[in-house]
């Protein structure tokens, strides 16, 4: 039994096979530059990779190759086992709070959400489509960034912006990154064994979140009708005030599109640094570069703002948890995030912070009024559990 975990952006497609029940991960791979001169397929299975490079001029003819590497690399996918085709799809709006079957009206709702998510669910679409038409024989499963945070109290949800444009525009906190963070939290409650945590994520890989969770209901997170808002992450800025987009409309000179783009892709810690990279900071601040030094205090200030402002949200906090590339792999990170708390009671081990590992750990000392944890997310076992779940 597997579940074909497909990701579709704008111009690439990644997928996984999956056991939803072992968690491993049997084959997979990605297509790159979807529409550019030359394009670029990689497929693993077992021991082997297959790559191709070749032009792939639309996402119909880059899953119409994968599915035949799956054919002539394996595993092959015409037996029937696969049980479920799972999609991640970022916006699912006010319509989707958990997984859905897709169906033509469900195809209909992504497409009528693609307004709020302009980069991303026009992209999810041509893929989902392609993959319909192409794996018809199977329940092909809608897996939403935002459905994980539709929970949110609505006093965390709202905007106090004008309610009748914020009505006519959809415009309130969505979050993203939720299928991550409901996947580690689940994990954090299952490691310390209970129920009732009261606990803070901490997502941090190229894109970054926070959510706060109360057992297993989120009740705040970073992002919000974008992942543009928060914290301070590869490219973006995270929270600013928006004056400065006025500032820098009337002053700079500069159109929608252009501070766009310097929010989202030229800001962040590419923007301070010139590196978008964490490792690639860190090298800069061992060199003694001061815009590093400074980014790496801009990043950790901002993570601790959050946390102090949940932990208060919540009334206490149980546990606080890293995940995502820098999450798990950063213990120099880490370490500059938790000595920021110890008004809060937080007290690493050293040692357990330097261990690396795949698996859930706990880093704090014993003596620590908060456990803190290291969990691996794993977004694609999360959608393949998802999906198995309306199979
Ligand atoms: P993700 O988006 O989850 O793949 O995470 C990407 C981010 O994780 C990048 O900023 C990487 O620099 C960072 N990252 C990955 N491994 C490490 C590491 N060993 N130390 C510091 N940052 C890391």
Redesign the pocket.
């Known amino acids: 039994m597997s579940v074909l975990v497909i990701n579709s952006g704008s111009s690439s497609i990644k997928y996984q096979l999956v056991n939803p029940d072992s968690g491993a991960a049997i084959a997979s791979g990605l297509v790159e530059r979807i529409g550019e001169e030359t394009g670029h397929i990689e497929h693993n299975y077992g021991d082997v990779t297959r790559e191709i490079d070749a032009p792939v001029p639309d996402h119909a003819i880059g899953l119409e190759k994968v599915l035949e590497l799956f054919s002539e690399v394996g595993p092959s996918l015409t037996d029937g086992s696969i049980s479920a085709v799972g999609h991640r799809v970022v916006q699912g709006g006010k319509y989707f709070s958990g997984p859905a079957l897709i169906t033509d009206e469900v195809q209909s709702l992504i497409e009528e959400l693609c307004p709020l998510a302009p980069l991303h669910n026009p992209a999810h679409l041509k893929g989902i489509k392609v993959a319909r038409r192409l794996l018809p024989g199977v329940a092909h499963v809608a897996v939403f960034d935002t459905a994980f945070f539709q929970s949110l109290p609505d006093e965390a949800a709202t905007y106090a912006l004008n309610r009748e444009v914020a009505e006519k525009y959809q415009v309130r906190r969505y979050g993203a990154h939720g299928t991550s963070h409901q996947y580690v939290s689940g994990k954090v409650s299952e490691y310390v064994g209970r129920t009732d945590l009261k606990q803070i994520v901490l997502h941090l890989?190229?894109?970054a979140s926070a959510s706060a969770v109360i057992g297993r209901k989120a009740v705040e997170t970073s992002m919000g009708l974008t992942p543009l808002e928060g914290l301070v992450m590869?490219g973006r800025t995270g929270d600013i005030d928006p004056a400065v987009i006025f500032h820098l409309a009337r002053v700079g000179g500069m159109s929608i599109d252009e501070l766009d783009n310097l929010f989202n892709r030229h800001s962040g810690l590419k923007g301070l640094t010139g590196e978008?990279?964490?490792?690639a900071v860190?090298k800069l601040a061992d060199e003694g570069d001061a815009n590093a030094l400074e980014a790496l205090d801009v990043y950790a200030h901002r993570l601790v703002k959050y946390i102090g402002a949940y932990t208060a949200t919540m009334g206490g906090l149980d546990a606080l948890t890293f995940t995502?590339?820098?999450g798990e792999?950063?213990s120099r990170?880490r370490a500059k995030v938790c000595e920021r708390l110890t008004a809060f009671g937080v007290r690493l081990d050293e040692e357990a912070n330097a261990i690396r590992s795949k698996e859930p750990r706990v880093i704090s000392a014993p003596s620590s009024s908060v456990t803190v944890l290291v969990v691996p997310t794993n977004e694609e076992l999360a959608i393949a559990r998802q999906a198995m779940s309306l199979v």
């Open positions: 890989g190229n894109g590869g978008n990279d964490m490792r860190w995502a590339g820098a792999n950063d990170l």
